[in-house]
């Protein structure tokens, strides 16, 4: 069993960056993937960034590719979500998921945060 807590969402102008943390419960933080997806209200969740196992390995949606960087610290149990440029479609809730292997669909993660609340303003 995983325990997920999403922090550093809030308010950032257009153009700002914010980082995201996910702290995981638990020894064996290293034994799974690591990913982010958001979610806008109405919508469909939507794979942002994945980190595998070691970290060596990182994939990202086209959408933030070049502006948002994952990376993990296994020794504290943490993986992160870099935001830079943010821009008004960014706004939405993000998540972060544990899982067994690197993947973009949601349903190949088996853990979840809570969320945490980003808002960009124009």
């Known amino acids: 069993q995983v325990q997920l807590v999403e922090s550093g969402g809030g308010l950032v102008q257009a153009g700002g960056s914010l980082r995201l943390s996910c702290a995981a419960s638990?020894?064996?933080?290293?034994?799974?993937?690591m990913a982010w997806f958001r979610q806008a209200p109405g919508k469909e969740r939507e794979f942002v960034a994945a980190?595998?196992?070691?970290?060596?390995?990182?994939y990202y949606a086209d959408s933030v590719k070049g502006r948002f960087t994952i990376s993990r610290d296994n020794a504290k149990n943490t993986v992160y979500l870099q935001m830079n440029s943010l821009k008004p479609e960014d706004t939405v809730v993000y998540y972060c998921?544990?899982?067994?292997?690197?993947?973009?669909?949601?349903?190949?993660?088996?853990?979840w945060g809570q969320g945490t609340q980003v808002t960009v303003s124009s």
């Open positions: 998921a544990a899982g067994p292997v690197v993947a973009i669909r949601g349903y190949e993660y088996h853990y």
């Open positions: 638990g020894r064996t933080f290293n034994s799974y993937a």
């Open positions: 980190i595998s196992r070691s970290g060596g390995s990182t």
